[in-house]
């Protein structure tokens, strides 16, 4: 049996279904009884096939192009593919969590370094809010020229 042009959209699929319906409808009035329960019991199956949408994924990796896709199975090892996709999300977020904890820890030495340079230093700490004390910074800088 030699099969049709399988590169039809669905929609002029449809348009040939319909009129190769009307064709066949045009004839069945010569038929007889039998014949005609039988074929209108053939429609109502294909009818049937034609409304049923059986949802199957794939359970490769699909490319097109330069993109890539993993889609889950239905198979035994499901979870395990489940399981096996969430890995990498799993080190995205704790690889974020380790990065603010280390900035936050620098962050925290930096400041530290900062209080303990400015008590150890020949200025007291008061002399950091009075207002003469750019005047001072400037006089110094102008010693060091």
């Known amino acids: 049996m030699k099969h049709a042009n399988s590169n039809l959209t669905p929609s002029s699929q449809d348009r040939f279904g319909r009129k190769l319906a009307a064709r066949l409808s ?12 039988r074929l209108r019991a053939a ?27 993993l ?7 499901g979870l395990w593919r489940r399981v096996a996709a969430v890995i990498p999300l799993l080190a995205l ?3 974020l969590v380790a990065i603010q904890m280390l900035d936050s820890d620098y962050r925290a030495q930096e ?16 002399a950091y809010t009075d207002p003469g004390f750019v005047q001072f910074l400037k006089a110094r800088r102008d010693q060091a020229q």
């Open 43 to 69: 429609r109502m199956q294909a009818l049937d096939r034609y409304k049923q949408v059986k949802v199957t994924t794939a359970s490769t990796l699909q490319s097109n192009g330069g993109a890539a896709t």
């Open 26 to 37: 045009q004839s069945t009035d010569a038929l007889p009884h039998d014949i005609s329960e």
């Open 93 to 95: 977020v704790g690889g």
């Open 111 to 126: 400041l530290a370094e900062i209080d303990s340079a400015i008590l150890t230093d020949d200025l007291p700490p008061a």
């Open 71 to 77: 889609t889950f199975g239905e198979d035994d090892a």
